[in-house]
C-alpha cells in the first residue's frame, strides 16, 4: 500500500458518516466556544475538526509531512487553527521519527514502541520502514507561542511520556493514548499527570468515546484497571480533569 494509499484509508477511518456528531457530542463536556485545544499528533484532523465545530481555537501538531500537507489543506484557510510541522518531547531541539508508509497512524519517535509491538497481538504485519530527523517542541514552548491550552490531547505512539516531561502546568483537561503493549508508558504518564496535581482520571477503549468509569478514579486506580486489561483490548486514550465532573459519565435519561 502507498502512503496516499494509506492516508486515504485513514481518512476513511476517521471521517465515517455519523463519526464527527459522535466526536462532537463527547467532547461539548471537555471545551468551550472560544476556549484553546492542543490536538497533538493531529493525522488527519478529524478532533481538530471536531473542536473547531465546537467553536474553539486549535493548535494542531503533526509531524509527518504528507500529514502535515493533508492538514494544510484541510485547515489553511481556516485562522482558528495554528499548525506545528514538529514532535513534540521532553526538550527542544530534533529527534527521529520512525515512519510506517502502510500505516501512517503509528508513526512514532520511540524505539521501544515498535519493540513491543515487534510480534504482539492485533499489531502483526507492522513496518517501521523509513526515518526523518524532525525539529522538536515542547508543550511548553506551545504554550508559551500559542497561549496556555484549555484542553491537551496527545496521540504519539508510545512518546506520551516523553512529551509531558516538557509539560510544567496543568491544563484544565489533559488526555494521553495508552496501549496494553507498554502498560509502563501509561503508568508514567499518570505519575507525571498526578505530580502536576490531576486528582480526577477516567478512560475510554478505543475508539468508543464513551468513559469506561462511572466516576472517576484516582491515578492509582487507572493505573490498576489498565494493567489488568487483556492485549485485545489494545489501546484507548486516558482523561485527567481539574474538574473532574467533566469526566463522569452523563447520567441516562429517567
Known sequence: MTTARAIGRSLRIYYPPGRGGRLDAFHRRLLAPG?????????????TASFRRLGARVVAVEPQPRLARLLRLLFGRDAGVARVAA????????????????NPTVATAS??????????????GQSWDAEIILPVTTLDA?????????LIK????????????????APRTLSFEFTTIQPGVAFACLDRLAALGYRGF????????EFVHPAPLDAAGIAAWIGALPPEANSGDVYASLEPGRITPAAPPA
Open 111 to 124: 524505539a521501544d514502541f515498535i519493540a513491543a509491538a515487534d510480534g504482539a497481538p492485533g499489531w502483526e
Open 35 to 47: 476556549e484553546l485545544a492542543f490536538d497533538v499528533g493531529a493525522h488527519v484532523g478529524d478532533r
Open 202 to 209: 477516567n478512560a475510554c477503549l478505543g475508539e468508543s468515546m
Open 87 to 102: 514532535l513534540v518531547g521532553a526538550a527542544p531541539g530534533e529527534a527521529v521519527l520512525r515512519l510506517n508508509s502502510a
Open 154 to 169: 496527545i496521540d504519539v505512539e508510545g512518546y506520551e511520556a516523553v512529551a509531558l516531561t516538557g509539560l510544567s502546568f
Open 142 to 150: 506551545l504554550a508559551a507561542t500559542h497561549g496556555r491550552p484549555d
